[in-house]
Every structure is written in structure tokens, then in C-alpha cells.
């Protein structure tokens, strides 16, 4: 049973466009979601998050949607750099439980 | 230190063998995690320690993981009788904050190590 999901284990886009992941999830409980990134051979960083209580969250390059009544939560990078690309992870998390990762979504950016 | 610091970064065990990999978390860090991501999978929950007290170990497969944190500090997580299911990346991560997820800001974020790839043959 897997409460949170990434359909697409891997995206490419071109330098300068933009990128979309996406991610649902099966449990309304959820107060909490975050993006993660990871480079190959470190651990995952921290990217952006968003609380329930919000649609949207803005951080530079990178802005998440979070649809509460479709469980489903898109992370946008515009625009897309070469830098950008490594494995994307969403989170989930109530606030008094452990954070719940999915697959992953590997983005690769070329020139 | 400056970030989560784990050893040994690769471990090859033959099957039936224990190991041993550590966790120096981020220092004052309140919470720790240890997490299993198997190839090709996101990170999975092990168990939870808040100072030295392990509040949630709902995520050890078996009673063959054991993980303790004695001073509040370091981690160490030990499989006994290692299989070849075992074979996986074992993260762990700290954040300064004593709940365990909450709202997003700088205390409660997880930072994670590099992580123990650890490969049972």
C-alpha cells in the first residue's frame, strides 16, 4: 500500500524549458509534503515544501501546487538548468508522524 | 559537524554476517531517522529516536535490525544474520526539532547523510 506515488520514474527537458513532476497520495491526513533532490552517492536535500493549508509555494526556480481534492502535488523548475538534473523525491508527512517518501522521478536536462 | 556524517559509505557482508553502520548526526540535532532505500526505490522508514529514545521502530523488517542512539548523539544501526534482501543504501537524518515532521522551517527540515550502501553477497 503505497500512500505516496511517482507515476514517472524519469522526465527529460531541455535547458531553459520547464519542468514538471508530479506526485499523488492516498492519505487526506497528510499536513505536510516536501520535495527532495538527490545528486548520485549523497544523500536527499531538502528543495520546498508546502503545508496543507496552502495551494501554492514559490522558492526561486521552484514552485509546488499542492490540489487537496485531487491528492495530487506538481513541483514546476523554471527554468530548467543542467544542474537541475537528479533523482526527485515527494514526501508526505502528518505533523505528528514520520515522513513518507515516494519513488522517485529522474530528471535529466540537457543542453 | 557541518552535516550528517555516515560510515562505512560501502560495507560488502557475506550472508549471515552482522554489520554495524553509524551515524554522527548534525550536533544539538534532537531527532534522528534511519531509512532503507533499496535500488530503484524512495527511502523507507526504520525507526525514530528522540534524544536516546527510540519512539518508533514500526519500520525494522525484522527482529534481526536493531538501532540505538545510548547518548543522545550517535547512531548505530546493526543487522544481525545479514540476507540478501538486506542488500539496500541505509540513510539516516537528524533535524533540530523534537517533533517528528511538523510545520516547514528551519528546525524541523530533515538532513540527511550520504548514507551506507551496504551489499550482502
Known amino acids: 500500500d503505497q500512500q505516496v506515488k511517482q507515476n514517472s520514474p524519469s522526465l527529460s527537458v531541455q535547458e531553459g524549458r520547464i519542468s514538471i513532476l508530479n506526485c499523488d497520495y492516498t492519505?487526506?491526513?497528510?499536513?505536510?509534503f516536501l520535495w527532495y533532490k538527490k545528486y548520485p552517492a549523497e544523500g536527499p536535500t531538502f528543495l520546498i515544501s508546502?503545508?496543507?493549508?496552502?495551494d501554492k509555494n514559490e522558492d526561486g526556480r521552484f514552485t509546488v501546487f499542492l490540489n487537496k481534492s485531487a491528492k495530487h502535488l506538481s513541483l514546476h523548475i523554471v527554468p530548467s538548468q543542467p544542474g537541475d538534473s537528479a533523482v526527485y523525491f515527494c514526501?508526505?508527512?502528518?505533523?505528528?508522524?514520520?515522513?513518507?517518501f515516494g519513488t522517485g522521478t529522474r530528471l535529466q536536462v540537457f543542453p | 559537524g557541518a552535516g550528517v556524517s555516515q560510515s562505512p559509505r560501502y560495507k560488502v557482508a557475506k550472508r549471515g554476517q552482522d554489520v554495524a553502520l553509524r551515524c554522527d548526526p548534525i550536533?544539538?540535532?534532537?531527532?534522528l531517522f534511519w531509512y532503507q532505500q533499496a535500488l530503484g526505490q524512495g527511502p523507507e522508514f526504520l525507526t525514530y529516536?528522540?534524544?536516546?529514545?527510540?519512539?518508533?521502530k514500526s519500520g525494522l523488517p525484522s527482529d534481526r535490525f536493531f538501532a540505538e542512539r545510548p547518548e543522545g548523539s550517535v547512531s548505530t544501526l546493526k543487522i544481525q544474520r545479514t540476507q540478501q534482501e538486506d542488500s539496500a543504501v541505509y540513510l539516516c537524518?537528524?533535524?533540530?526539532?523534537?517533533?517528528?515532521?511538523?510545520?516547514?522551517?528551519?528546525?524541523?527540515?530533515?538532513?540527511f547523510g550520504a548514507g551506507s550502501r551496504l551489499t550482502v553477497l
Open positions: 514526501a508526505a508527512a502528518t505533523y505528528t508522524d514520520k515522513l513518507i
Open positions: 537524518a537528524s533535524s533540530l526539532a523534537s517533533n517528528v515532521a511538523g510545520p516547514s522551517s528551519g528546525a524541523n527540515v530533515l538532513t
Open positions: 492519505n487526506s491526513m497528510f499536513d505536510y
Open positions: 550536533s544539538g540535532h534532537v531527532s
Open positions: 508546502i503545508s496543507s493549508i496552502k
Open positions: 529516536f528522540q534524544n536516546e529514545a527510540q519512539l518508533d
